[in-house]
């Protein structure tokens, strides 16, 4: 079974600039979350989507928005990037996305560099 | 709120010593906490869960609720476990996981 996957892999973008990140969910997981991972603020938590639904969002700016498809696909945004915006971009997949024993799947993530 | 703390940032030891790295959390339900392991230019992985009480490549973690504490241990690194290791506290919904800071295993030969 494939794992969860991301595009693109690497990037550059400009200040000012937004960008699109893309994952696909390990096949029949419906729950898709993301997380930002900094040398400085380590990993933290962005969103989390289920059933197209965001259910559950962390302490970032709007800036950082997300959506998911009725597949599962999800896709998450930046708009108006500050430098301070380069980082890792995880993206996580688990199945049902609630309750105790709950696996979360990480993909390779999504290295994004703004300059 | 969920807090975790790894208070190592870098832990070094020979190989065939034993290994702790430290974890420790404050939350106030009923906690359910995991370990992550990332090797060299590879994607976060899953090493172990507490509520599963099993062990994995060796290493064992025993969640101890009045230290709030939940350490990785292994009786003898290998140089193979070198990598970043990072607990995890999930939340009660089971939808986030909240990290610490993590802590870079170098097992020396």
């Known amino acids: 079974k494939a794992g969860v996957t991301q595009t693109p892999r690497y990037l550059i973008k400009t200040r000012g600039q937004q960008v699109t990140l893309s994952c696909s969910p390990i096949?029949?997981?419906?729950?898709v979350s993301w997380y930002q991972q900094t040398p400085g603020q380590g990993l933290q938590f962005l969103f989390e989507?289920?059933?197209?639904?965001?259910?559950n969002k962390g302490n970032f700016p709007g800036r950082f928005s997300g959506r998911q498809f009725s597949n599962s696909r999800s896709e998450m945004n930046v708009s108006t990037l500050e430098l301070g915006d380069s980082a890792l971009y995880l993206c996580?997949?688990?199945?049902?996305?609630?309750?105790?024993?709950?696996?979360?799947?990480f993909g390779e993530g999504s290295w994004l560099t703004v300059v | 709120a969920q807090r975790v703390t790894q208070p190592e940032k870098l832990l070094s030891v020979f190989k065939g010593a034993p290994v702790e790295l430290k974890c420790n959390y404050s939350?106030?339900?009923?906690?359910?906490l995991f370990w992550y392991v990332q090797y060299s230019r590879q994607r976060l992985q899953l090493l172990l869960r507490?509520?599963s009480r099993e062990s994995i490549k060796g290493f064992t973690a025993d969640l101890n609720k009045g230290e709030t504490s939940f350490h990785l241990k292994k009786p003898f690194a290998q140089e193979e476990d070198s990598a970043m290791y990072y607990c995890?506290?999930?939340?009660?919904?089971?939808?986030?996981?909240?990290f610490g800071g993590g802590t870079r295993l170098m097992v020396k030969p």
């Open positions: 996580a997949s688990s199945l049902v996305g609630t309750g105790s024993g709950n696996t979360i799947y």
């Open positions: 096949s029949g997981h419906r729950s």
């Open positions: 989507y289920f059933s197209e639904t965001q259910r």
């Open positions: 939350y106030s339900g009923s906690p359910e």
């Open positions: 507490h509520i």
């Open positions: 995890a506290l999930m939340n009660n919904a089971g939808n986030m996981l909240t």
